[in-house]
């Protein structure tokens, strides 16, 4: 599907940042409606109220279901609080897609980006969701793996803090 998506998104766009957030776009959309079938197909599921807990939801319940494992690791950034950051080693959007030559900085994982931000909107805790590249420490030359940065809105982290403070 992903791949389908590139295809299409990049024969209307000039450049890379405008194909990754045409690419967030349709992954947003997917997360907002993947919340409503969670909450739908499993009505023992409790709505998460906490950014930790959504947060861990979304990195391994919903990975689950789309991609048949868990995200490698989620944590708090040290420098913001309002700022967490979701690893994923091998992300499936960019292992599907060869990116041509003049797209080289091309990061389909913007999707998947998409996906996160479009569950916490219907969560109703509003973020801003960027994909990275970032290269792995002691690997291999040239091995990355994809870090997604959470950074959530004022107002919802100004909210979990009223509700860690109850």
Known sequence: MVTAQVAYSQSRVQK???LERKL???GHGIGVRMLELFSHRDRAWRRETRLVQMLQFISSV???NL????CDALEKSTGNDDEYLIHELDPLPNRFISVPRDLGTLNCAAFNAGLISGILDAAGMAAKVTAHNVAIDGGEPGAEKTVYLVKFVKATKARDNQLSSR
């Open 16 to 18: 890379i940042a405008d």
């Open 24 to 26: 967030e776009e349709a």
């Open 62 to 64: 919903c990975w689950k």
């Open 67 to 70: 991609y048949g494992k868990a």
